[in-house]
């Protein structure tokens, strides 16, 4: 029944096509089928307006580049699209008017496969996509017709999907969307998690799938991927079409366009600048691990280190080095003794809380021997200081029995960055403090921050947030994919370069 | 399961709140002491479905229960047991599993004597070498998992069978060693001090041990049940009370005339396990491991030290468990705690619904496994088979830990 539903959903797409089309698209897409109309699409979320009366109309065989910074409205979107949200004011249609609706469907990074299944699984598992008892043969070719269709021919049904590499897992998630009858699909940063080159081979692969018919919409925050390879771009800025062009665009008519607006949204900080440097707490000296290195560093007293790299860069090992978290493979880390190093790592959920366990016990772990006495823990002493210290950090709910996964997220965060705090360290590294946090959080961690520097301690921060970069660091150390040092950003140049990445999104 | 029991029972204060609620407490729902009602049946209601049994016990049964010297015999018996829950309460504590924890046990107990008998090692010597070979058997296990990255079940599924071959390898195919006054003779004091529920502890000591442990109950009650948003005076009564009823008991039944000297000994074990566990950086670096090996590891804490070290510790009390347990059967007998692992398993569960908040907690434990066998032997006095008691522990276990979520839930 599945494989007839695909084979009708199919026939109907190469009806929908203008004859002979299927090849030569790029010339005659504006009489393709549509397959998304928005008209005035609007989306509020309170006075927040994410989609501001958005017109735009997409047709099968396009391969779009939809971009803009974060927050623009590319994410809401989508999920209109997806059907995950619905619109305030306005219409999104599906296909155009008089024909049978189309269905869009999106690609995620963790595109939602499973690893220890076959191709062929893969792409027949779900609901009415089989019979109850299988017929492998005829599984075996239809998953072959649908690995042609992006591209994928040679690989063998029967491949288990770990043996894949990300990009090929990318179009099987495609295909997979494709035979469930999808016709706008979705690529969600997808690519931001492949290597260059791999991302440059699944965009010319989705790009064939686009000729076959299927109207691709491709999110990325890297342009160079998109430049020159797409039909299409439409630029979001504050909820708004900013740009719709087809054909080709410059990389920095893009940036200008994404740019609009936004540089008024960061903060910078004046301190730190010209001042001279405290004394060396951690000496990094051609280190690598993983994918990072050789890289040689200082840390100083006093001053802020900023940290910046793509996904794909791994930028934060860099800074677990520094926090003695992960050993080199290579190289030395040096600390200057006595200085206690402590950590905020980068994935609170999973690698931050303890989440059983109460505000006190996440606050107090790593630094119990300073209330030690005799062997034994002074308990009451112990809880006393973290109250204190949970009261300074504007923790709420101020009940440091509440257990932490009760709390929001920026109060979650606070906590572990009083826990860091708690011992008085030289030297303190900050993964993505403000990851999933509002504004006022946000502002109350910077200025937290920047008092711990000021008092002396040697701060690192390692984010892929431009605002936190922007506001707290004396200078940034900017990683590439490779894992080396890319550039090394000073005072003068933050504003300019955080500004530059933030319209880069 | 532990998450969800914290959670749950900390949510009307814990829920995320903006600050002008800080201050005021959440309205449209009841409090008495600053603690809602469904707070109070989820904290308490396990303690108190226990109490409830001891009550209908105490008018069904009367005297046929409460029987002082049939309950202290009972409670000496299951000393050997109650170690191995203490070793079983650190293992869990650090988020792992020993399965060969009983097999230990029944190893070392054989070995003990088997030393002594057979080599003619001085006891003292044999009970040194034995805690040497649990600790190392525990070592074993630790390295196993975290060195070797095996899961911990199958780890020590391995070395529990291992354990359990060599038993019967050392016992020549599973035969007792029997030492008696004219062949190799046990020394009086290993089965009186050990062993022996005659055996009995001078007053001095009884009465040491008992202000000790209320104490620690008191503690433990103030730090772990009662919620700090309870107000001091209604704290503080209710300490005084559970003190005035623990003591009184004490006094009425006479108990502490009758305590034998093993059970001084395991509460002894069980006051430094808990000062271990509630009190040092070890302790605590324990727990955190076993919330979050990934969070502990970017604390600063080393996960591979502390689990080792939990899994000698467990080690070290199977080998005292086999120890105490041969001294009371005043012979080697193989495979003699081997049917301890599960009932050891249950009083650790019950530890995280009766006074710990989702915890694994050494006090818990030893109350869910005192309270598990009084709820069987009950059952017996009353006339019960006393072949269902293990069913009876079953059903005690989940019914317990079920009642604790369900309220939990209904919220």
Redesign the interface.
Known sequence: MAMQQHRRDRRRREAAMAPGDRTGGESSVSDQRVTVQCRGLTKKYGDHTALDKVDLTLRAGEFVALLGPNGAGKSTLIKLLDGVIACTAGSLRLGSEGDAAASAGVIHQDLGLFDDMSVAENLFLGPGMSKPFLSLSSEYRSAEEMLEFVGLSAVDPRTLLRDLSLGQRALIATARLWSRGAEVIVVDEVTASLPRAEAFWLIEHLKGAARKGATVVMVTHRLEEVVGHVDRYVVFVDGKVALDEGGHVERDALVEVMSSGRNKALTTHQSGGGEPRGEVVVELTDVSVNRIGPLSLTLHEGSITGLYGSSVSGFHDAAYLV???IRPRHGRVKVRPGTKV??L?AHRD????????TVE?NM???N??RW?RL???N?AKMRDEISAAAVELNV????T???I????GG?QQKALLG?VVADQPGCVVLCEPTRGVDVATRREIYSFVTKLAQDGCAVMVASSDMEDLASLADRIVVIDDDGQVESVIDADGIEEFCSLRTALG | MADKVIEETLAPFGDPVSPDEVSAPRRSRARLAGVTPTELISLFGSPALFVLIFVVFALWLGGDFYNSSLRMLEFSQAVPAMVITLGVVVCLSVGQFDLSIAYNASLCGFVVIGLFYRNDVPIWAAILLTLLLGSVVGLVNGLLVTKMHINAFIATLGTGGVLLGLGRVYSDGGQAITPSPTDHPLPPWFRDYLGSFQYVASTPVAVGILLVLVAALLHTINGRALPSSMSRPVRVAILAAVAAVVLGGVAVSGILERVSLNVVIFLALATGLWILMTYTTFGRNIYAVGSNPRAAGYAGISVAKHTTMAFVLAGLMAAVAGIMLSAAQGSAIQGAADGFLLPAYAGAFLATVLISRGRFHIWGAVAGSVGLIYVASGLVAGGVAYTWADVINGAVLIGAVALSSVVRRSR
């Open positions: 926090a003695g978290v402590t950590c790592p999973v690698d931050g809380t303890f989440p059983d366990q016990f107090s772990m790593g119990s021997n030690r062997g034994l823990i308990l709420i709910p101020r009940n029995d509440a257990v996964t009760t709390l929001s109060n826990r």
